[in-house]
């Protein structure tokens, strides 16, 4: 089963609290500006040279966050890295008024094997993966963005593609929001 399908009320939460951020930055549509809402939440954000290794990584220091992305990844995977960099502020860091470090290497496809994750660590990162899918692709502008004509003739792979370009998301991003979401056009 996967994360979402088991996390109902988790979803529900997740998906008013990225309404909530989106209708306060009066975002309406694709693309998401995700640099924008960190900012709106009181999160720094700068790009580094982190090298092959490092993606992203979160800082908070006596009450400043600080987000970093890795200027060296693909344009996509900045802004992924960006909206699960702000998850992890959001849903782990923000309550506890503490300093916090996350650092964050190939979360997206898989855990590395050279480290054991605790089961905390495990369910922060699907929690900050799944953050960032709903805030970079949320529910509603799927749906009325897929209203287009524009799309109506395309095959799903083609469809799937042009999603991603205008959310400006990976296309594996955009495939497993839509699964999860449970979109399909028929
Ligand atoms: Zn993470």
Do not use: W
């Amino acid at each position: 089963m996967s994360f979402y399908k088991a996390n109902i009320k988790y979803y529900k939460e997740l998906s008013d609290t990225v309404n909530k951020l989106l209708s306060e930055a009066c975002v309406l549509k694709a693309p998401v500006p995700i640099k924008q809402i960190a900012k709106m939440c009181g999160v720094n954000v700068m790009g580094y040279e982190f090298g092959e290794e490092i993606s992203g990584v979160l800082i908070v220091e006596e009450n400043k966050a600080t987000i970093g992305f890795n200027t060296e990844n693909s344009r996509v995977r900045q802004r992924f890295t960006i909206a699960h960099e702000l998850g992890h502020f959001m849903q782990h860091v923000k309550s506890n008024n503490k300093d916090e470090l996350f650092v964050d290497k190939d979360f997206i496809v898989k855990f590395r094997s050279d480290k054991t994750y605790s089961a905390k660590e495990v369910t922060q990162e699907r929690e900050a993966n799944a953050f960032a899918a709903a805030l970079l692709m949320p529910r509603q502008f799927i749906l009325d963005e897929m209203k287009e004509p524009k799309y109506k003739k395309l095959h799903e792979t083609k469809l799937i593609e042009e999603l991603a370009k205008v959310f400006e998301v990976s296309v594996p991003a955009m495939t497993y929001r839509l699964s999860d979401l449970n979109i399909f056009r028929y």
